[in-house]
């Protein structure tokens, strides 16, 4: 019995295949070259792809650097935190014993910016107060806890949210 050579489509790659690489080898690439420069290398890409970044606009941020930082404010400790304090701004902090309304203050301050002054306490500043009104009770955001042990049939799920005061920082008196 004579051997048959195998047909040559047995070899030959899917049409498919050949219809994919014919459209990546049409795509056109940007031509990009590199010249060394005294200031280091410069990337040369064609006018298409200049173009088509130029049609994109840019958002410019602003440079944390150009914020003038404010005249007074104080550093304190409350509720088992330290913060950053302006007066005329509110700030939330875990629950503090007060009524909505009531006028606090707080005498454990850290530090104190008054105009061109900054003075720094060794820990606290004894002469300074930070008065504040409370402005509202309120409860964050839901966090769920849920415990699981695999193939032991244990799941428990829970819930919290943290119970917070907001208040706002009425004047820093040195």
Request: glycine share 4%.
């Amino acid at each position: 019995m004579p051997v048959r050579a195998p047909s040559p489509a047995l070899f030959a790659p899917p049409v498919k295949m050949l219809a994919n690489r014919a459209s990546q080898m049409s795509r056109v690439r940007p031509f990009a070259a590199v010249r060394p420069t005294a200031a280091g290398p410069v990337r040369v890409v064609a006018q298409a792809a200049a173009a088509n970044a130029d049609a994109k606009a840019k958002k410019v941020h602003p440079s944390p650097l150009n914020v003038a930082a404010p005249s007074t404010y104080a550093i304190i400790e409350v509720s088992g935190t330290q913060m950053f304090v302006e007066p005329g701004k509110w700030y939330t902090v875990n629950r503090l014993k007060a009524d909505v309304g009531a006028k606090i203050k707080f005498g454990r301050v850290l530090a104190l910016k008054n105009e061109d002054k900054l003075t720094v306490g060794m820990p606290y500043l004894d002469t300074v107060n930070v008065e504040a009104e409370i402005v509202e009770e309120l409860r964050g955001p839901k966090v769920i806890v849920y415990k699981m042990r695999p193939k032991k049939h244990y799941r428990r799920k829970q819930g919290h949210r943290q119970e917070l005061t907001k208040f706002k920082v009425t004047s820093i008196s040195p």
